[in-house]
T-cell receptor, first 111, second 112 residues
Framework: GQSLEQPSEVTAVEGAIVQINCTYQTSGFYGLSWYQQHDGGAPTFLSYNALDGLEETGRFSSFLSRSDSYGYLLLQELQMKDSASYFCAVDSSGSARQLTFGSGTQLTVLP | GAGVSQSPSNKVTEKGKDVELRCDPISGHTALYWYRQSLGQGLEFLIYFQGNSAPDKSGLPSDRFSAERTGGSVSTLTIQRTQQEDSAVYLC??????????FGSGTQLSVL
């Protein structure tokens, strides 16, 4: 089967940097995605890593190490609006036919 | 439309009743997914449609759950004889590439 592990909660202050880790065990692997979900809202796509390395998109970066079955989401210059749940998801089919999501990390940004 | 649209946004039903949840994907997106999210939990895969191919139903939790997609566009998720454990947010998503999913705001289902 597939399993993903990420911390349940992370707290940081405005302006800080926070890293949310995700480790996975899957029978196949094509890519690791990250989604953000505010309370009561729809998950929104942040990033997708298919290859090892760091991908940067503005204040957010995502990293993947396939050999370590590990990735992380890095959020810089934290803002209050970044308070949300962050989910990592593994694509084990190559078509996202069955994205397997982690349980999510609740990020709280304090003033 | 501009995004994925789901209806109703909230549904309260009595145990044993049937419910239908609707999803309008982004125009042109060939892939459509249904997920279920219980309070404070991750997303549980239910079913996947891709074009005219047979759907991947491997995530449906029981034979009370079914889904169809008409004309490669609108999808309906049907839950028969609802049970209290079916209470959750049902999320629909569509995608063009499979690498980036666009989610609707979901249907909050409450079974009393």
């Amino acid at each position: 089967g597939q399993s993903l592990e990420q911390p349940s909660e992370v707290t940081a202050v405005e302006g800080a940097i926070v890293q949310i880790n995700c480790t996975y065990q899957t029978s196949g692997f094509y890519g690791l995605s990250w989604y953000q979900q505010h309370d009561g809202g729809a998950p929104t796509f942040l990033s997708y890593n298919a290859l090892d390395g760091l991908e940067e998109t503005g204040r957010f970066s995502s990293f993947l190490s396939r050999s370590d079955s590990y990735g992380y989401l890095l959020l810089q210059e934290l803002q209050m609006k970044d308070s949300a749940s962050y989910f990592c998801a593994v694509d084990s089919s190559g078509s996202a036919r069955q994205l397997t999501f982690g349980s999510g990390t609740q990020l709280t940004v304090l003033p | 439309g501009a995004g994925v649209s789901q209806s109703p946004s909230n549904k309260v039903t009595e145990k044993g009743k049937d419910v239908e949840l609707r999803c309008d994907p982004i125009s042109g997106h060939t892939a459509l997914y249904w997920y279920r999210q219980s309070l404070g939990q991750g997303l549980e895969f239910l079913i996947y449609f891709q074009g005219n191919s047979a759907p991947d139903k491997s995530g449906l939790p029981s034979d009370r759950f079914s889904a169809e997609r008409t004309g490669g566009s609108v999808s309906t998720l049907t839950i028969q004889r609802t049970q209290q454990e079916d209470s959750a947010v049902y999320l629909c998503a569509s995608s063009l590439t499979g690498q980036k999913l666009f989610f609707g705001s979901g249907t909050q289902l409450s079974v009393l």
